[in-house]
Structure formats: structure tokens, C-alpha cells
């Protein structure tokens, strides 16, 4: 530390800045290009925009400046970016501009941009993808949700989308309106589709899901068409991660046509938009209808050529038989109308058999749906998520949901009365399959 005894004249601090700013003028004479990201972005009437940069490693920041976009160039570089892009600029974004460095004595150091690259913006989301991917196979993930089971008939869905979205809208439409009467159950998972909060309000409405996944066949998740940064969430490690560990298959119309997201890429299936969701849950019904069918054809055709194989059979047998006594022929020939006669009944008593038994079929898959059960008048009673078929199960005012045909119930128990166990076996076979 130097004598401070000695007299020496100080510098004002207007002297000192002007110092300051003369040396960056002349270590950084000209502009250059830079790599941030954005922290806070701010816009006053005039059309000035100030910004926020920062770097991280990591979480931690490590270097932090004030940036300034004027009203002339933000109009300019703001329009080039989100036509690049389909995003206007905003926090959260790694951009690469082309700044001047500036030093003022009353508002300090800051940059003045002249230019953004939005290439750039757009391969940062590239890199960050692919990490993202190769993470997920590395670690055994990625196939999860591809490994389950679809349902042949999956009738009741668990839809994650937003209720005001226009691809939630062309989803009920299709699925409800489908030209073959199916009947689907469906229920809405509310969630945030894009922005910040959109990642965790998805994983929150899949842990939901989870949590009830013995009510539903699959989980779809919709929304409408957007810009690569409005996709950039499903991008995201986490949310794909939780998806592919999904239990039930997950199917994605998220509404685009070009990359497929990582959740995409992670799902059981992924279809190009709501509408085409709604388009191959219908083809499963229809597959498995079509199936049915082909199997009564095929079943009415064995007996068809049984009857003529027989029929053959009888009349080379018939031939046979000119040789022999008239007697003995007409014997035979008594004997081979009898069998004629049992053969044609034992055969049609076949036939409405096995036309019965696929009937049966038919009929139990329409009975085990719910929305039938609950067309018929009956109702479905949950207790904590499940369905409740004894009263001793319940507490003094425990809190149980009714599902009617249209609508659910909440209600309180005051009191209870505990059913004989012959009312109860009678009640398991009313309700088949809702154990």
C-alpha cells in the first residue's frame, strides 16, 4: 500500500469512467460476436429493448451484462428471428449476437446489439435434443413404454392436453362422432402445453395418470401445431423420462409433421395430429371387429365344405351300392338317409354353436364396458380410487365418488348398512370385471 501522506491530486469519478471508457474503446475497438443466454428481457413504450445476459456452468452464473436493442434494430432483428424461428425472443433462450461493447460514465458497461443469429438458437436446441436421447438409451429408457402391451380394445383414455386448445376440440370430435358408433371413455388431464411451466404440468398430470392407471387403456397427449421453441418441452429429459416409464402406453399428437420431439420418440406410438390419435384409436376397434367376423366367415366356411366333402362321400358310397341286392341296397340306402339326416343336424347344431359362442363373445366385450354399465342404470362407487363393494370398508364420514352415466358424484357417508354376503355375490355378478 502506497504512503498516503504523499499529496497526490485524485481523479473525479466522471475522470476516472472517462479513463474506463476510453481504455475499452481501445482494447475493443469494434463490434463482435458473443454467446449468451437470456436471464431478462424488457421492453419500454418507445420500443427500446433492454436485456439481461448471463453464462452459466451449470446453475451457477459466471458472467452477467446489460444489453441494449434499439427501438429501429429490435424491429429489424426481432422479425428475422421469429420468422427463423416461430419464436419471438425471450428469457430462457441461448442466442449468438453481434454487440458493441460501451462504456458510460453514469450507466457503466453494457452492450449495444446490432445482430442475432437465430441458427444458432436453433442448433443449442439440436444439441441439447440429442443429448437428451442419447442420455435416455444409455440408461435404459428409451424403449420402456414401447415394451408394454396396446389393449385390443382400448376404449378408455386418459387425454393430457389443454381444454381450451383447437387439437383437443378435432380430438373429441373424431373419437366421439367415429362412423361405427364405438363408444370411447375419455377424461381430461388438464396440463400446460408449452412455455415454462408446461413441463412440470405435464409430469404432474402423468403422475396423476399413474396413480389411476387401473381406470384407463392408454394415455394420449395433444395439442395443436407450434414453433420448434414452443415444442422445446418435450424436448426436455425429464418429461420424456417420465413418459417412457409412463405404465400405461403413451400415444403423442402433438401436432407437427417435421422432427419428432423426444417424447415422440419415446412413446408407444406417435401419430402427426389430435385428429389422427383419434383416427387410430377407432382403427383398433375396428381391427379387433373385423377379426371377429373373420372368424364366424371362416367357421361358416369349414362347415360348408365339410357338408359337401360329406355329401360326396355319400353318393361315391350310393355308387357302390347299385352292385348289390335290391334288398340289401335298400337297406343301406334307409340307413345312409338316416345318417344324411343326423350328419345335416349334427351339422347346423354345429354351426349355431359356434355362431352362439362368438355371439357370447361379442356381447361380453360390449358388457365389460363401463359406459355401457352405466347406460344400463347401474352406477360405479370409489372409495380412495377404488371401487368399493362392501360398506364395512367405509368410515363415519368417509369421502366416496359415485360415476353415473353422465356426470360423478361426491358424497360424505352418515350412515351405513352392511349387505348379507348373498346380496354381495349378487352384486359381483351385475358388475363383472370392475373388481
Same mark, same amino acid.
Not at 15 to 43: G, H, M, Q
Not at 347 to 361: A, D, K, L, P, S
Given at each position: 500500500?502506497?504512503?498516503?501522506?504523499?499529496?497526490?491530486?485524485?481523479?473525479?469519478?466522471?475522470?476516472?469512467?472517462?479513463?474506463?471508457?476510453?481504455?475499452?474503446?481501445?482494447?475493443?475497438?469494434?463490434?463482435?460476436?458473443?454467446?449468451?443466454?437470456?436471464?431478462?428481457?424488457?421492453?419500454?413504450?418507445?420500443?427500446?429493448?433492454?436485456?439481461?445476459?448471463?453464462?452459466?456452468?451449470?446453475?451457477?452464473?459466471?458472467?452477467?451484462?446489460?444489453?441494449?436493442?434499439?427501438?429501429?434494430?429490435?424491429?429489424?432483428?426481432?422479425?428475422?428471428?421469429?420468422?427463423?424461428?416461430?419464436?419471438?425472443?425471450?428469457?430462457?433462450?441461448?442466442?449468438?449476437?453481434?454487440?458493441?461493447?460501451?462504456?458510460?460514465?453514469?450507466?457503466?458497461?453494457?452492450?449495444?446489439?446490432?445482430?442475432?443469429?437465430?441458427?444458432?438458437?436453433?442448433?443449442?436446441?439440436?444439441?441439447?435434443?440429442?443429448? *437428451?436421447? $442419447?442420455? #435416455? /438409451?444409455?440408461?435404459?429408457? !428409451?424403449?420402456?413404454?414401447?415394451?408394454?402391451? =396396446?389393449?385390443?380394445?382400448?376404449?378408455?383414455?386418459?387425454?393430457?392436453?389443454?381444454?381450451?386448445?383447437?387439437?383437443?376440440?378435432?380430438?373429441?370430435?373424431?373419437?366421439?362422432?367415429?362412423?361405427?358408433?364405438?363408444?370411447?371413455?375419455?377424461?381430461?388431464?388438464?396440463?400446460?402445453?408449452?412455455?415454462?411451466?408446461?413441463?412440470?404440468?405435464?409430469?404432474?398430470?402423468?403422475?396423476?395418470?399413474?396413480?389411476?392407471?387401473?381406470?384407463?387403456?392408454?394415455?394420449?397427449?395433444?395439442?395443436?401445431?407450434?414453433?420448434?421453441?414452443?415444442?422445446?418441452?418435450?424436448?426436455?429429459?425429464?418429461?420424456?423420462?417420465?413418459?417412457?416409464?409412463?405404465?400405461?402406453?403413451?400415444?403423442?399428437?402433438?401436432?407437427?409433421?417435421?422432427?419428432?420431439?423426444?417424447?415422440?420418440?419415446?412413446?408407444?406410438?406417435?401419430?402427426?395430429?389430435?385428429?389422427? *390419435?383419434? $383416427?387410430? #384409436? /377407432?382403427?383398433?376397434?375396428? !381391427?379387433?371387429?373385423?377379426?371377429?367376423?373373420? =372368424?364366424?366367415?371362416?367357421?361358416?366356411?369349414?362347415?360348408?365344405?365339410?357338408?359337401?366333402?360329406?355329401?360326396?362321400?355319400?353318393?361315391?358310397?350310393?355308387?357302390?351300392?347299385?352292385?348289390?341286392?335290391?334288398?340289401?341296397?335298400?337297406?343301406?340306402?334307409?340307413?345312409?338317409?338316416?345318417?344324411?339326416?343326423?350328419?345335416?343336424?349334427?351339422?347346423?347344431?354345429?354351426?349355431?354353436?359356434?355362431?352362439?359362442?362368438?355371439?357370447?363373445?361379442?356381447?361380453?366385450?360390449?358388457?365389460?364396458?363401463?359406459?355401457?354399465?352405466?347406460?344400463?342404470?347401474?352406477?360405479?362407487?370409489?372409495?380412495?380410487?377404488?371401487?368399493?363393494?362392501?360398506?364395512?370398508?367405509?368410515?363415519?364420514?368417509?369421502?366416496?365418488?359415485?360415476?353415473?352415466?353422465?356426470?360423478?358424484?361426491?358424497?360424505?357417508?352418515?350412515?351405513?348398512?352392511?349387505?348379507?354376503?348373498?346380496?354381495?355375490?349378487?352384486?359381483?355378478?351385475?358388475?363383472?370385471?370392475?373388481?
Amino acid at each position: 500500500m502506497g504512503d498516503l501522506s504523499i499529496n497526490k491530486k485524485p481523479y473525479s469519478l466522471y475522470e476516472l469512467n472517462s479513463i474506463i471508457r476510453s481504455a475499452i474503446s481501445y482494447a475493443i475497438p469494434d463490434a463482435c460476436w458473443v454467446t449468451a443466454e437470456i436471464a431478462e428481457l424488457k421492453c419500454n413504450q418507445k420500443g427500446h429493448c433492454f436485456l439481461e445476459l448471463v453464462e452459466k456452468d451449470d446453475d451457477r452464473t459466471i458472467a452477467q451484462i446489460r444489453a441494449t436493442l434499439w427501438a429501429s434494430e429490435y424491429k429489424k432483428i426481432g422479425l428475422k428471428f421469429t420468422k427463423a424461428t416461430g419464436e419471438s425472443l425471450k428469457p430462457g433462450m441461448k442466442i449468438l449476437l453481434f454487440a458493441s461493447v460501451t462504456f458510460h460514465e453514469v450507466y457503466g458497461l453494457s452492450l449495444v446489439i446490432r445482430d442475432i443469429d437465430p441458427s444458432y438458437t436453433i442448433g443449442d436446441m439440436a444439441r441439447k435434443k440429442k443429448e *437428451v436421447i $442419447e442420455r #435416455l /438409451i444409455r440408461e435404459g429408457v !428409451s424403449e420402456l413404454n414401447r415394451r408394454l402391451t =396396446l389393449p385390443l380394445v382400448p376404449q378408455r383414455i386418459a387425454v393430457i392436453s389443454s381444454p381450451t386448445a383447437a387439437g383437443y376440440g378435432d380430438f373429441f370430435n373424431q373419437l366421439d362422432k367415429n362412423l361405427y358408433g364405438y363408444s370411447f371413455f375419455h377424461v381430461l388431464f388438464p396440463a400446460i402445453m408449452q412455455g415454462q411451466d408446461a413441463e412440470k404440468s405435464i409430469i404432474s398430470a402423468l403422475s396423476e395418470i399413474g396413480g389411476k392407471k387401473h381406470r384407463f387403456d392408454v394415455v394420449v397427449i395433444i395439442r395443436g401445431g407450434g414453433s420448434p421453441i414452443d415444442l422445446n418441452c418435450f424436448d426436455s429429459y425429464t418429461l420424456a423420462s417420465q413418459t417412457a416409464r409412463c405404465p400405461l402406453p403413451v400415444i403423442t399428437g402433438i401436432g407437427h409433421e417435421k422432427d419428432d420431439t423426444v417424447v415422440d420418440i419415446v412413446a408407444h406410438a406417435k401419430m402427426k395430429t389430435p385428429t389422427a *390419435v383419434a $383416427e387410430f #384409436l /377407432i382403427a383398433c376397434l375396428r !381391427s379387433f371387429e373385423e377379426t371377429i367376423v373373420d =372368424l364366424q366367415n371362416r367357421i361358416a366356411g369349414y362347415a360348408e365344405r365339410f357338408m359337401k366333402d360329406e355329401r360326396y362321400r355319400l353318393h361315391a358310397i350310393t355308387q357302390k351300392l347299385v352292385f348289390i341286392p335290391l334288398r340289401t341296397v335298400t337297406a343301406h340306402q334307409n340307413r345312409i338317409a338316416m345318417l344324411n339326416r343326423d350328419l345335416r343336424s349334427h351339422i347346423r347344431q354345429f354351426i349355431r354353436n359356434e355362431e352362439h359362442r362368438f355371439n357370447v363373445m361379442e356381447q361380453a366385450v360390449k358388457h365389460l364396458d363401463p359406459a355401457n354399465v352405466l347406460r344400463r342404470g347401474y352406477s360405479i362407487t370409489r372409495y380412495k380410487g377404488r371401487i368399493l363393494k362392501d360398506a364395512s370398508l367405509l368410515k363415519k364420514w368417509a369421502v366416496i365418488e359415485t360415476t353415473l352415466r353422465k356426470g360423478m358424484v361426491t358424497s360424505i357417508v352418515q350412515e351405513k348398512k352392511e349387505a348379507e354376503k348373498r346380496e354381495q355375490k349378487q352384486a359381483d355378478i351385475l358388475l363383472p370385471g370392475f373388481d
